[in-house]
Every structure is written in structure tokens, then in C-alpha cells.
């Protein structure tokens, strides 16, 4: 069954520093993942995707992540963190359902907090 | 370029009693998808429909019921509330004629079980 596990509930980081949010995932196949972002209150917004081809994957608003395939992991990044970045980031693997269009698996996501 | 809409955008109920949700998907897209997000938690996948039809299923009790509108718009019923069923309710869209499609989120529903 494919899985994805996110090892910190918070991450702390100084505004203009490095952030990582970290993520492995178990999958059987080709591995589709995705990482979200939730304001408070708010539904999910999608950020960026991993289907194949670069490892590193560019998204919005400055993010980006680098697929590991050895290690399994799909750790997010942002070179320069910013106070408006704080929120609950998620990572997600696509299951190899019926079609394309299959549901999401979800980890119990990310708290990023970035301070001034 | 309307987005995933859902209404309610808050519901309050009590123990036993059924509720209904809304979802209108992005334009152009015919797949929707419904996920269950208690506090603190991810969220959950409930169930995906297409074509009217529902094409896979979560976890979750048959009390959890749904339906899709010839114009791709989804509803979510929950019958016999239980207080555990209160949770952020997340409706996505996607387009299945895409072999790479991404799942797009409105801003849920969030329901309260008295």
C-alpha cells in the first residue's frame, strides 16, 4: 500500500534562513507525489508535483522539492524563508488506483512556523 | 476562473441527524474527489466520483453517502451524525483525460456534531 510519512509535527526557522519540511514515502511503482500547503482555516493549496524526469521539482512561491529515490525521500525547500511561509505543509502520494485520477494519501503533515 | 467552491462553509448538527455538502469543481474538470480532515490530522479520503458515478471508495461506513450532477457538481450526505464525524470536509477537482492531473481544493466545510 503506498504511504507517505512526515518524521516532524513542527519545524521552527528563523525568517530569511534555509527551511526543509522532510518526507519519505513507501510506494509499489513509479511514485506521483505532491506536497500541499493549509492556511489556517483554509482548504488545501497545491504546490508542486513529482511525476517523473528532474529530480528537483520547482512549485509556487519560491518552494521547492527534491526527489530521492534511493532514499525515498521528497523533502520540501525554500532557499530563504519568509514569516508569510508559516503554515501546515502536507505530502502526498498519488495511489495507482483505477485511472489517473486516483485519490490522494496523505501524510499527518507539517507545522512550519518561521519567526521574524 | 472559478475555483473548487463548496458550501456550507460551516454546519452545525446534532447527534443523529443527516447533513448534505456542496461541491462545484474548477471548470473543465469532471472528477470529484471528497476527503474528511479531523483536527490535526490529514486528511482522509472518503470517496471519488465520475461520471456520475462513485469509482473508488475509503474507509469509511456506508452512513457516508454521495452523488454527482450531470454537470460534474458533487454532493456528500452523511446520515446518523455521530459525534466523530466532526471534521473539515475537502471536496477536490480534477480532470481525468490528463495523465498527469493534480488534485485542486476548495476550501471545505467545516462541521460540527453536537
Known amino acids: 500500500a503506498q504511504s507517505v510519512a512526515q518524521p516532524e509535527d513542527q519545524v521552527n526557522v528563523a525568517e530569511g534562513n534555509p527551511l526543509t519540511v522532510k518526507c519519505t514515502y513507501s510506494?509499489?511503482?513509479?511514485?506521483?507525489l505532491f506536497w500541499y500547503v493549509q492556511y489556517p482555516n483554509r482548504g488545501l493549496q497545491f504546490l508542486l508535483k513529482?511525476?517523473?524526469?528532474?529530480?528537483l521539482v520547482k512549485g509556487s512561491y519560491g518552494f521547492e522539492a527534491e526527489f530521492n529515490k534511493s532514499q525515498t525521500s521528497f523533502h520540501l525547500k525554500k532557499p530563504s524563508a519568509l514569516v508569510s511561509d508559516s503554515a501546515l505543509y502536507f505530502c502526498?502520494?498519488?495511489?495507482?488506483?483505477?485511472?489517473?485520477?486516483?485519490?490522494?494519501?496523505f501524510g499527518s503533515g507539517t507545522r512550519l512556523s518561521i519567526r521574524p | 476562473d472559478a475555483g473548487v467552491t463548496q458550501s456550507p462553509t460551516h454546519l452545525i448538527k446534532t447527534r443523529g441527524q443527516q447533513v448534505t455538502l456542496r461541491c462545484s469543481p474548477k471548470?473543465?474538470?469532471?472528477?470529484v474527489s471528497w476527503y474528511q480532515q479531523a483536527l490535526g490530522q490529514g486528511p482522509q479520503f472518503i470517496f471519488q466520483?465520475?461520471?456520475?458515478?462513485?469509482?473508488q471508495r475509503g474507509n469509511f461506513p456506508d452512513r457516508f453517502s454521495g452523488h454527482q450532477f450531470p454537470n460534474y457538481s458533487s454532493e456528500l450526505n452523511v446520515n446518523a451524525l455521530l459525534l466523530g464525524d466532526s471534521a473539515l470536509y475537502l471536496c477536490?477537482?480534477?480532470?481525468?483525460?490528463?495523465?498527469?492531473?493534480?488534485?485542486?481544493f476548495g476550501p471545505g466545510t467545516r462541521l460540527l456534531v453536537l
Open positions: 477536490a477537482s480534477s480532470a481525468l483525460d490528463r495523465s498527469q492531473e493534480t488534485q485542486y
Open positions: 510506494v509499489s511503482g513509479n511514485p506521483y
Open positions: 513529482y511525476i517523473t524526469g528532474d529530480n
Open positions: 502526498a502520494v498519488r495511489d495507482r488506483g483505477w485511472s489517473s485520477a486516483s485519490k490522494i494519501i
Open positions: 471548470s473543465g474538470h469532471d472528477t
Open positions: 466520483y465520475y461520471e456520475e458515478e462513485e469509482r
